[in-house]
C-alpha cells in the first residue's frame, strides 16, 4: 500500500507561470482534501473533493486556484499566474469516507520566484 | 465561524509526560482529532474524540469534554523522537464535514 502519493515533491516557478500539484489517494479512498501551509502554521483548509464532485471548496481563493478529482487519475490542484504569496507547501489528504481519519501525503513544496 | 486554541510551544524532558490542552469554538461540533507532524513533514493522524472520555493508543491518550469545548493530547513516557508538532482539528457538520487544524502546538522533549 503506496499511501497518497503527491507529485511534484518541490516545484519552482516564476511569477505569472502555472503550477500543477498531483494526488493519488490511497487505495479504496474515494475522499480528497488538499490543504496549505506556511511556515509555522497550521494546515489551511482548501478543498474536499470526491470523484468527479468538488464538495467543498470553500478554503480556496476565488481566483486562479481550481481543483479536480477526475474518474480516473490523480486529483490535480491547479494554480494560474502564481504570485510569491503562493509559495507554501500544499498537503493532500485522503479517507475511505469523512474527515475521522485522513492520511496525508508527503506534501508539495511550491517556490515562486 | 470557528476557533482552536493550543500552546504555540511545550517543552519537557525525556521520560516525562505532558498533557497539551485544545479549546475549540464551532457550531455543529462532530469530533476532535489529534495530528503529528515532524520537520514539515506529512502530518499522521493520532487519534481520534467523538464522545467524551478517555481514548488510549500505547504511550498517547486524548480526551474529549464536548460540555466544556476543550480536549487533551496526553504522552506518557516522552522520547526524543516524539519532539513535533501536535495539531488539534475538529470536524464540524456545519461546516461541511470537513477538517479544520490548529495553529499546532511545537513540543520539545529535552534529554
Given at each position: 500500500?503506496?499511501g ?25 479512498h ?84 | ?18 498533557q ?10 462532530y ?31 486524548s ?47 529535552k534529554?
Open positions: 500500500n503506496a497518497v502519493m503527491q507529485n511534484p515533491r518541490h516545484l519552482v516557478r516564476r511569477r505569472g507561470q502555472e503550477a500543477r500539484l498531483r494526488c493519488s489517494p490511497m487505495k479504496g474515494s475522499h480528497v482534501y488538499w490543504y496549505r501551509q506556511l511556515p509555522e502554521e497550521g494546515l489551511k483548509f482548501m478543498v474536499y473533493l470526491q470523484k468527479e464532485n468538488i464538495i467543498d471548496e470553500s478554503g480556496m481563493p476565488k481566483e486562479r486556484f481550481s481543483a479536480e478529482f477526475p474518474k480516473e487519475g490523480p486529483s490535480i490542484l491547479r494554480i494560474q499566474q502564481v504570485v510569491r504569496g503562493d509559495s507554501a507547501a500544499y498537503f493532500c489528504a485522503s479517507s475511505i469516507s469523512g474527515a475521522n481519519v485522513l492520511t496525508f501525503g508527503a506534501g508539495s513544496r511550491l517556490t515562486v520566484l | 465561524g470557528q476557533s482552536l486554541e493550543q500552546p504555540s510551544e511545550v517543552t519537557a524532558v525525556e521520560g516525562a509526560i505532558v497539551i490542552n485544545c479549546t475549540y469554538q464551532t457550531s455543529g461540533f469530533g476532535l482529532s489529534w495530528y503529528q507532524q515532524h520537520d514539515g513533514g506529512a502530518p499522521t493522524f493520532l487519534s481520534y474524540n467523538g464522545l467524551d472520555g478517555l481514548e488510549e493508543t500505547g504511550r498517547f491518550s480526551f474529549l469534554s464536548r460540555s466544556d469545548s476543550y480536549g487533551y493530547l496526553l504522552l506518557q513516557e516522552l522520547q526524543m523522537k516524539d519532539s513535533a508538532s501536535y495539531f488539534c482539528a475538529v470536524i464540524s457538520r456545519n461546516q461541511g464535514g470537513k477538517l479544520i487544524f490548529g495553529q499546532g502546538t511545537e513540543l520539545s522533549v534529554p
